[in-house]
């Protein structure tokens, strides 16, 4: 049980808000968010230090140390304790950003908002834990529910329940798409383990079916297990907002809460692609032939960066211009995705790409929510002369914008150089696509910075200073440090990805 | 004999389904989906699964229908009698669903050959394997499972319980 | 192509068999599908939602029933219970949207959600 801490807290947290709410009316809900804020760092701090004991102790003893009725379909490896305490900081983050929105927007309900937060960040540390086909797809499926309602929380704003309505329509249905792919794939094999999957579905590495009766063996070329990894590649591919099924994503971020909006371009996604890592990655990978999805994937993973870039030029509101910058940035990740040729660079690259994310992510989207709290707006007109009103802002900005756009000396560029490193190995040889992401990065250097040319250098109509809420404020302050400090910690970083991937490999 | 109470049942499903997705009527196709939600109980029976035909009875046609028929009732009265139920321009939506199934059901068929049914002991049908498999094999889906409905009910909380003081357009529900 | 009229017919005069389920789980689901995509009224598509989602099920009882394991492994009636209970929060939480959408816009057509233009 100890290594499931992060979950642990979280449910913790999120029955604790779920308390609170009854007594909690209006007033004083940023309080509770700030406590949970520390909680949420507590645990963060204990978590890594019981990664480090995890990765001093090896995957097999961590595994004995957990009984068996939870290790069956939970997995308590190093690289899973990792992203659920890479979950508990979301949601630390989370707390902290969504602080004077609780506390002075959002007029009823104040709780239930922070208790949606730990509940959907809960569902995110336990996709990452899971090894079960039924297990992963409660927990993505815990992650979109809780999604559906944090974007419909202001619910006398009939923006905010349209994009409710929307990101549920839509959410269900890929919900049920991905359902009926997993059902196909659980009768054809029989089994519902990923291990097991793994073994089954494939050329397949035979020795694992002695031990496994009434699992069966399928090739993955049939056309029916092709059938049901294409289904769950659809179901995926709309939790990330991959291309084809991206339109959605700016409408759900527009008409959410701005601190909602935040929280959904980094958890669900984060969700996603660590489910992708799990099914399409590591369980629907045969190791030798073709792999089913990765034609199709490659095509749709050039479109989604590029049409997410162009169309993100030509918006004027910072949440729909960020929407589509973070369908963007799911085409760089499934730059890695697709070069799983070369996989002991191209899940680190995963991770580290995901952190790098997660961190400029929120505190570009901090800066949108300090303004917002004050402004109630977010077109681009709003941001004129931000400067001079609180320089801490703008400067915050033009940081998470490098970030964002991949300039050295950030933890964005980092990312982006390990994902395209994943994608010109020998062994992938994606030249095409690399090239591709590099001009997608330059495209997107010209949006970014137009925000910042508006802040700089285009006169505002109003001038006073804007105090920045405190928690916005600290939110943002420590998603700059991450997104610098991380710099020097990723050769670290990389080699404790790297051999968490090897961990997950022999998984 | 067997097989004529699947095909009851099933075609029984499958034009309830059709009129629960064509009706122009929304009252209708709720009862249809009624009706489509106890014809799969039955199916459910007949593949001997007798626990989760229960649990299609009780909760998809006894919960959600119900639930179903309340939102509607609720809307119809604010709304004044009859709501929109109409449907789009099925163009694209045929093409897609002809591919579905003309890629599927082919696929499924040679897939699967005349197999005949294998034996099933009722005791390992039985709702005590059930029981035991999802507590001893499935404890985290269970328990995330649970954690689901709590979302979902403080969800539906949030979003409908009305606040005490004042409250938008008076004329409708509760 | 030895998917022929012929041979379905001639199939319906024996025993029913695992293709006969996923070929009506297949069609159930085009279904489900067709009415998500046509319908305007929200509960509509949620109604269509369902069907989709009894179709997954009938898939899982019916691969568990003629599927490779053995009997006792109940990994499919496992799955359709907790699809079942994953339907029921989806329908309270989609009704609840809805409804409070209705209270402010006096609509359940999906399409007529506008503000947001696609």
Known sequence: MLFLFPELILCGLGLGATVAALFCRGRGAGRWALYGFFVCLAGVVTGL?????????????????????????????????????????????????????????????????????????????????????????????????????????????????????????????????????????????????????????????????????????????????????????????????????????????????????????????????????????????????????????????????????????RQTNLKRMLAYSSIAHSGYILIAVVSLGSADLALPAIVMYLIAYVLMNVGAFSVVIALSNIEGREDIHAYNGLSKRSPYLAYAWVIFAMSLAGVPPTAGFLGKLYVFMAALDDRVRLYWLAVVGVANAVISVWYYFRVARHMFFVEGVRTEPIRVGRGAGWAIGLSLAGTLVLVPLFPWLISFATSAAQVLGAW | MGSVVFYFFAFAALACAVIVVTSRHIVRSVAALFVCMAAMAGIYFFLSAPFIGAMQLMIYAGGITVLLIFAVMLVRRAAGGQVEHASRNPGGAIVVVIGFVGWMAPAAWMAFGPRQMPPVEPRVAGVESLADDLIRHYVPAFEIASVLLLVAMIGAVVLTLRAKQREGPPTDDE | MGFMLGDILESLGQPVGLRHCLVFAALLFAVGLYGVLTRRNAIGILMALELMLNAVNANLVAFWRYGPGPREALNGQVFAVFVITMAAAEAAVGLAIILALFRLRRTVNADEVNLLKG
């Open chain 1, 49 to 313: 230090c019981l990664l480090a004991y995890a990765i001093d102790l090896g995957p097999e003893a961590t595994g004995q140390l957990t009984p068996e009725f939870i290790a069956r379909t939970f997995a308590v490896d190093p690289l899973s304790l990792f992203f659920s305490t890479l979950a508990l900081a979301v949601c630390g983050l989370a707390m902290l950003f969504s602080m004077e929105f609780v506390e002075e927007v959002l007029e009823e309900h104040p709780a239930e908002f922070l208790a949606l937060i730990a509940f959907a960040s809960l569902g995110i540390a336990c996709v990452a834990r899971s090894r079960d086909l039924i297990t992963l797809f409660f927990s993505l499926e815990l992650v979109s529910i809780s999604g559906y309602l944090l974007s419909g929380m202001l619910r006398r704003e009939p923006r905010s329940l349209e994009a409710a309505l929307k990101y549920f329509l839509i959410g269900a249905v890929s919900s049920a798409i991905m359902l009926f792919g997993m059902s196909l794939i659980y009768g054809l094999t029989g089994a519902t383990d990923l291990r097991v999957l793994r073994d089954a579905v494939g050329e397949g590495h035979l020795h694992a079916v002695g031990q496994l009766a009434g699992v069966r063996m399928v090739s993955s070329q049939d056309p029916m297990v092709i059938t049901g990894i294409l289904c769950i590649v659809v179901g995926l591919g709309f939790k990330i907002a991959m291309v084809p099924f991206h339109m959605w994503c700016p409408d759900v971020y527009e008409g959410a809460p701005t601190p909602a909006t935040a929280f959904l371009s980094v958890g669900p996604k984060a969700a996603g692609f660590v489910a992708i890592v799990r099914l399409l990655m590591l369980t629907f990978a045969p190791s030798s032939g073709p792999v089913p999805w990765a034609q199709p994937v490659l095509w749709l993973c050039a479109l989604t960066m590029t049409l997410g870039n162009v169309v993100a030029c």
